[in-house]
């Protein structure tokens, strides 16, 4: 009697363990896939992984927020059922216990997508997993530039918006400069228009910043716009705006020397300009000169009297022409 009663113990006890190593062992690792943003009317592949590890499965439930949409279980006839809401349109030939497709997404269908999966008896362990979809309008045209000049002056200040019309959600706007992004402080963010008629939005980001030498490359600053929305949309539109290199004047001046006979060492503020000899050394003759519409000096130098005089009769001979 004992006996029996002992292995009665023994076996319920077997049989707890059994059932709590069933509940933490089985059914691991329950996550989904579904993608961030897909554009409206595109199909949506959308991937419940789990791991049963060697148990049944009873079901696996999908929901979009709280709504159950599509229900799979394998003991039941029909092992698919689904549920109509608005958006979802299920491609039944591509859904299984783990995958969904659907059809034809409109922007009703972005919201929380959640799996849930449950083992069979006698656990019934249930696990869910959530991920966000983003149905994308995207833009019919590209960003467009407006308020720029085809010309600046070395100094003179920019000022240009860049627009992404209609889309959803509104694309994200950045600048560049000669390809290079541009200092944050020159960027001027601004809300998103929303436009009530179609539900959509229009981006809208400006720049304003005063140009200066090393912005022209051979005469020429590329302003470019770039509209992003997530990893499904890029766009970009350039302006290639063209330096308005300052008039010469027939004052004393030689800004003629400055412009062409001199190598221009880039220091931001007050450039300073070697002209160097045959013998590759820098001259020590130095002559002060002023540059066009600037407050600052600079110094320059010769490489000697017989190059000077040739640059006077240049100018001369300029002149004459002009
Ligand atoms: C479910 O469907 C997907 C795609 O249609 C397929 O790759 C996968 O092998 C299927 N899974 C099973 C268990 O049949
Ligand atoms: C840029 O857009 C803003 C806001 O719409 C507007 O206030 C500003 O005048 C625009 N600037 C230019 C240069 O078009
Ligand atoms: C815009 O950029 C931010 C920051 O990188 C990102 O979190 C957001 O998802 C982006 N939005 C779109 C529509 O691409």
Known sequence: MHRILGIQ???????????????????????????????????ALLICHYDLEGDALYSVKWYKGRQEFYGYTPKEMPT????????????????????????????????????????????FHTFISSA???VVELPHHRPAIVGTRPKYRIRDSVRANCTSRLSKPAANLTWSINNLPVN???????????????????????????????HFIDGKLKLKCL????????????????????????????????????????????????????????????TEFYEPESSYTSKASYSSIVELLVNLLTIAALILYL
Do not use: W
């Open 227 to 286: 509209a992003t929305i997530h990893d499904i949309y890029i766009q970009s539109t350039e302006k290639s705006l063209e330096e308005e290199k300052p008039k010469i004047y027939t004052t004393k001046t030689p800004n003629v020397n400055y412009m062409n006979f001199h190598l221009n060492y880039p220091h931001d503020q007050n450039p300073t300009m070697y002209s160097i000899d045959a013998f590759g050394r820098k001259n020590s003759y130095e």
């Open 80 to 123: 698919m059922k689904i549920f109509t809401i608005a958006g979802i349109e299920i491609i039944k030939s591509l859904s299984n216990e783990s995958h969904i497709t659907l059809a034809d997404v409109q922007l009703v269908s972005s919201g929380r997508y959640s799996c849930e999966v449950t083992v069979d008896a006698p656990s």
């Open 184 to 214: 944050p402080s020159y960027v001027k963010h601004h809300k998103a228009l929303k436009s009530h008629e179609h539900n959509l939005e229009t981006a809208v980001i400006g720049i304003q910043f005063v140009t200066n030498r090393y």
């Open 132 to 134: 966000d979809m983003e």
């Open 9 to 43: 113990c023994g076996f319920q006890v077997l049989l707890l363990t059994s059932i709590f190593a069933e509940m933490v062992n089985s059914l691991r690792d329950v996550y989904v896939t579904v993608p961030t943003a897909v554009r409206r009317g595109d199909t």
